[in-house]
């Protein structure tokens, strides 16, 4: 008989396999309910799944309410597989190009705001298609090319999120502001940019000066909005006020600035740097919304990590335990939790209960 899940109970037998967003199995035929298959089968908005009438210990099953359907397989969702390689390398160029522009800046020269969009936009018109792969890029760091990379992938971050946010207009712009945003750092001293060790408060104090300058660079580029401007100047301020350059309250920084702010802090802490090893986009989230109401939007970042969760669904991963197996759900609630399906047993697991197994990578 067909239920809801909502009428599920444990111990209830699945007796024909259910479909999540890819064509395999999220939960396999003959498998025995448990708690945390009707948390994964709410997850994916599942509408009926077929049961025995009977539990596995005997009893007639008598859900509250049979849902009476006609008795056909449950279609599989259909997904569109995409070869990320060329977007990759795509990325790759425009960290190349990046690179060239800032030793150019490094030696004198101002910045070209036409060169700038020819390199970056094409790129930014790609994100929709290109999420989950976006959301990884830290990944695939090199702390000796930090600098190009990170610009690049904030500015592919803070696009993803202002449109999500409702900028769909202005996204293309807020991108561009994020790209630029640390091309200040061409002003900085290169001995302190190549250091391999936590700052001195004197040097803290020069790497601060970045978002001056790289405003300075572009202050009076007729080709950016003000408040793409603003976002360069301010995307290192903090809502409680103790950001830089100017310690703004909550209510003076620029919505495009906050964006910015969120990206950057996440490819920061999942990024390989000369002086941080990186962590997981799990360990990332938990440490910021630590932070929300301190240095992020509270709000901003709440949609973010529905953008990583939407990002990450359906992803391959491994496991601290050395099993391989798929992200089947993933909520960045109060209590963070993600639910992974086991390749080849198909079992189903917490790691909120699972307290001891971790996810070591993203495949």
């Known amino acids: 008989m067909f239920v809801h899940p909502n009428q599920l109970v444990e111990k209830c037998l699945i007796v024909s396999d259910v479909y999540g967003p890819s064509n395999y199995p999220i939960i396999k035929k003959d498998t025995v309910i448990t708690a945390t298959h009707i948390k994964v089968l709410k997850s994916f908005l599942i509408d009926r799944v077929e049961v025995d009438p009977n539990l596995v210990n005997g009893q007639p099953f008598k859900p509250n309410q049979v849902i009476k359907v006609e008795e056909k397989p449950i279609k599989k969702r259909k997904v569109t597989m995409v070869n990320q390689s060329p977007f990759f390398e795509h990325y790759q160029s425009v960290v190349s190009e990046y690179e060239k522009l800032f030793l150019q800046w490094q030696s004198g020269s101002p910045l070209d705001i036409n060169k700038v969009r020819q390199i970056i936009v094409p790129l930014l018109e790609r994100v929709d ?3 989950g792969l976006i959301f990884l890029l830290g990944k695939y760091t090199k702390k ?22 409702g900028f769909e207009r202005e996204s293309i712009q807020i991108g561009i502001a994020a790209f630029i945003a640390d091309s200040g750092m061409s002003k900085i001293n ?6 391999s060790r936590k700052l001195t408060h004197a040097e803290l104090k020069e790497i601060k000066k970045h978002t001056t300058y790289s405003y300075r660079l572009i202050e009076k580029n007729a080709a950016l909005t003000r408040s793409a401007k603003l976002a360069v100047l301010q995307h290192h301020e903090r809502v409680d006020g103790k950001g ?8 003076r ?8 702010a969120i990206a950057a802090a996440f490819h920061a802490m999942t990024s390989n740097r000369l002086y941080q090893e990186r962590v997981s986009f799990f360990e990332a989230i938990i440490e910021m919304k630590k932070l929300a109401s301190k240095q992020f939007d509270e709000r901003y970042l709440k949609v973010f990590t529905t953008c990583l969760e939407d990002a990450l669904l359906d992803k391959k991963v491994y496991l601290s335990n050395e099993q391989s197996g798929t992200i089947v759900a993933l909520r960045f609630t109060n209590i963070p939790e993600v639910i992974i399906q086991i390749d080849n047993t198909y079992e189903i ?9 971790k996810v070591k990578s993203i495949i």
């Open 129 to 131: 298609q290109y999420q």
């Open 190 to 195: 290169q001995r302190i940019l190549n250091l």
């Open 253 to 260: 920084i620029n919505p495009y600035a906050m964006i910015i």
């Open 144 to 165: 000796d090319k930090y600098l190009y990379q990170h610009s690049v992938a904030v500015s592919l971050l803070s696009t993803i999120l202002a449109k999500r946010l």
């Open 244 to 251: 830089y350059p100017l310690g703004l309250p909550k209510e």
């Open 349 to 357: 697991i917490s790691l909120l209960d699972q307290k001891d197994i």
